[in-house]
């Protein structure tokens, strides 16, 4: 049977730049499974997958040109139903046999085989393999309608519908063409290279000649990855020819290599008077309004030059450069004017106007907003110390928003924070106020970094807490995968400022001061419109007061949202806990007695993993188990505390004096956060645990006697289980987690 490599290319329009890679890979995905399932090539095999602005393509090798036959079992019907009483074919079976086209002496070939309760005839046929000439139309078809193009167009008078207009199709199983045709293009052996660089059309005679005879004779790089990496190359030499290092662009260099087929670097450059302009401007205006590269000088600046890729490759560039740079002069032009404008008006002087920017419609405008977060970052900072920390939180959160009313901010809404920085020096306020209205954000996004200052993190723990309990208030919670609030993002936000942080704050503390400072000013509008926190104050006196214009305000349900926020915080941090490689079992054993000190759970994590690793880990957190299992079937205890004179067997007075040796020392260890230390000392007690369940009736028919060897297992179970409940690492038979040492840490 023939096997050859498949190409399949569709030449088109330009395509979306920023969605290209994903359409080229699951182009590619997609038709490799439709060949797969049909038994024209091995699910396993390797393809390659190519894209530029203008085409989709796929090389798959070991692609064969018809399927091998297989064969089936189709089941005909019961064996009851099939045959009468003499063994002879029914009616019934005389007639399924005659729509199948199967003859009726094909029944003494017919196995039996037991399908339920009873037995049914089952008839083995050959099915022929799928050939590639019928099916690869369809596979190709199919593939397109499953590409990630929300917004579809037609063109000419045709009724086809695709990302952009179709232009080309080209099907080649080796040396030979593929009949067929998708989106009203007919296969043909022929493709087109550059737009410009290029003409008329290029003859490709083999699949494997594809990327070679495009490069050469279309000046298309046709890999994806072996265009970035050309390009990547080209901005480092280049910049390295000027001295100069390339402000770091990921994103923008994945969208520059969607944007050109034939990439060619050139050198720009703009008035070195434009660098007055904070640099943050200059380098997202370039690089988002433009697709330019941003270059630094030895100190991080920003220079007066930026590169320029191109897709076209002329002898005498001076048009291409001019041109891009009276463009850019003109984006600069207007950066530097937005800012000359922004610092006429001191940041103070915003304030008032906040209160007419709406937040949320059942959360009030950004003034109140404003006026939540500043509550509860003076709340934070006077449990943290109070004083001057608490005037210097109080201004910078007073002044965090007000950035979003300057016309800087109002064009490009990403600085955020970093033009309320700049804005603030120029209004003269000290650098840590300055720095805490850029740092409030952070952290933004995974593996950002923290504010700089604590007067920054109670800043920022303030507004995400704030977004929190606000939303969390009104029922706006994520769901699935819908998070439109960023919800999720904000929680790990409080988390790293309360474990890395240095906020020195327990979490239900945290949600207590920002759940207060949402239920004194809340309001939920069942018409439309906004009303100011004064009048929405002036009408709490009742349970529930309507307001003008449809509003009616309703008091928050506190505890309510307090148990929603922390749930959805704990389980964040768990989430996050066994991302960085901690096994479920670790995580659960901490977090679910629900530290509410945030920094200590690391090292309870750290001292739960030595634990794990001493020879009486196991027998005690079985122990542990068996324990929290008697106590929870007793209820609530009789005695407070074990009373020695009570005892009666050897093991109760040797596992009294044994966890009384001990707990001086684990309270110790504890109370100085060597959780380490605390849970060793645990391991003396395993000779005695043991001996007491060994020897020891606990559910004795003596009332009295039963209630004291219950509080003796209280107290233990209470000192066992202050670091971690340490019956979540009772594991059963070989279902241990795998060594710590041997993870990744994400």
């Not at 439709?34 to 095999?45: H, K």
């Not at 080309?168 to 550059?194: F, I, N, Q």
């Not at 990403?414 to 003269?428: F, H, I, K, S, V």
Request: with cysteine; glycine share 6%.
């Amino acid at each position: 049977m023939t096997s050859a490599s498949l190409l399949i290319e569709l030449l088109t329009e330009e395509l979306p730049p920023k969605a290209l890679p994903k359409l080229g890979e699951t182009f590619a995905r997609q038709i490799h499974a439709g060949l797969a399932e049909r038994g024209l090539v091995s699910a396993d095999a390797a393809h390659e997958w190519f894209a530029t602005p203008r085409r989709l393509a796929i090389l798959a090798p070991g692609v064969r040109a018809a399927a091998p036959e297989t064969t089936a079992f189709e089941k005909i019907m019961p064996v009851s139903v099939a045959l009468d009483a003499d063994g002879q074919p029914t009616p019934a079976l005389r007639k399924k046999l005659a729509a199948r086209g199967i003859p009726l002496d094909a029944v003494a070939s017919f196995e039996k085989r037991l399908d339920g309760k009873s037995e049914s005839f089952f008839h083995k046929a050959v099915v022929p393999g799928a050939k590639l000439d019928e099916v690869l139309s369809g596979i190709v078809a199919q593939a397109l309608k499953k590409l990630p193009t929300p917004k579809l167009m037609r063109w000419g008078d045709s009724d086809h519908q695709f990302a952009r207009p179709a232009h080309g199709l080209m099907m080649l199983h080796g040396e030979r063409v593929v009949p067929g045709e998708v989106l009203g293009l007919a296969s043909r052996k022929v493709t087109r290279g550059h737009r410009f660089l290029s003409s008329g059309e290029i003859a490709i005679d083999r699949a494997e000649e594809y990327a070679g005879r495009l490069e050469r004779q279309g000046r298309v790089i046709a890999r994806f990855a072996d265009r970035r990496a050309a390009i990547a190359e080209a901005l480092e030499l280049k910049a390295g020819e000027l001295n100069a290092v390339i402000h770091p662009a990921e994103a923008l260099l994945d969208e520059v290599t969607a944007l050109v087929e034939w990439p060619v670097v050139y050198v720009g450059e703009f008035e070195a008077e434009y660098l007055a302009v904070p640099q943050e401007c200059l380098i997202l205006t370039m690089q988002q309004h433009q697709k330019y590269f941003p270059l630094l000088d030895a100190g991080k600046k920003l220079i007066h030059r930026f590169l320029i890729v191109s897709n076209m490759q002329v002898e005498d560039p001076r048009h291409i450069v001019g041109g891009n740079a009276r463009v850019v002069r003109a984006r600069l032009a207007d950066a530097r004017f937005f800012y000359d404008q922004d610092r006429k008006r001191t940041l103070e002087s915003r304030i008032p106007a906040l209160a007419k920017v709406v937040y949320h419609n059942r959360l009030g405008s950004q003034g109140e907003r404003g006026e939540r977060v500043m509550g509860i970052a003076r709340a934070i900072a006077e449990r943290l110390g109070g004083g001057e920390l608490t005037r210097q939180v109080e201004q910078a959160a007073r002044l965090a928003k007000t950035d979003l009313l300057t016309d800087m901010v109002g064009e490009f809404p990403e600085l955020q924070g970093t033009m309320g920085r700049y804005y603030a020096l120029n209004d003269g306020l000290p650098p840590i106020i300055a720095d805490a209205i850029e740092d409030h954000y952070k952290p933004r996004f995974a593996g950002d970094a923290l504010p700089r200052s604590e007067v920054g993190k109670i800043a920022a723990l303030a507004d995400k807490l704030e977004m929190l309990a606000g939303m969390f208030s009104i029922g706006q919670t994520p769901t699935g995968d819908k998070d439109p609030f960023a919800l999720r993002r904000h929680a790990l936000g409080v988390i790293r400022l309360l474990t890395e942080g240095g906020v020195d704050l327990p979490l239900n503390e945290a949600l207590a001061m920002s759940i207060d400072c949402i239920g004194k000013d809340r309001y939920i509008a069942l018409g439309s419109g906004v009303k100011n926190a004064a009048e929405n104050r002036a009408a709490s006196a009742s349970q529930s007061s309507t307001l003008a214009h449809g509003v009616v305000r309703q008091p928050v349900n506190e505890e309510e949202t307090f148990k929603q926020l922390d749930n959805f915080i704990f389980d964040r941090y768990a989430v996050n806990l066994r991302e960085q490689g901690y096994t479920a079992q670790e995580v659960d054993s901490v977090l679910s007695l629900r530290p509410q000190l945030l920094s200590d759970i690391p090292r309870r994590l750290a001292a739960v993993r030595v634990f794990a690793k001493l020879p009486e880990a196991d027998a005690l957190a079985a122990a542990n188990k068996r324990v929290g299992n008697l106590l929870r079937k007793a209820g609530e205890l009789k005695n407070d505390a074990p009373v020695p004179a009570l005892f009666r067997e050897p093991a109760e007075h040797a596992l009294f004096a044994a966890l009384e040796r001990v707990r001086p020392q684990a309270d110790a260890a504890f109370e100085a956060g060597e959780h380490t230390g605390s849970l060793k000392t645990l391991a003396a007690l395993r000779a005695p645990v043991d001996d007491f369940f060994d020897k020891v009736m606990v559910n004795a028919e003596d009332i009295d006697l039963r209630a004291n060897r219950l509080a003796l297992l209280a107290r233990l179970h209470a000192e066992m289980n202050r670091v971690a409940d340490l019956s979540k690492l009772a594991y059963l038979g070989d279902a241990r987690p795998p060594d710590p040492s041997t993870l990744r840490i994400l």
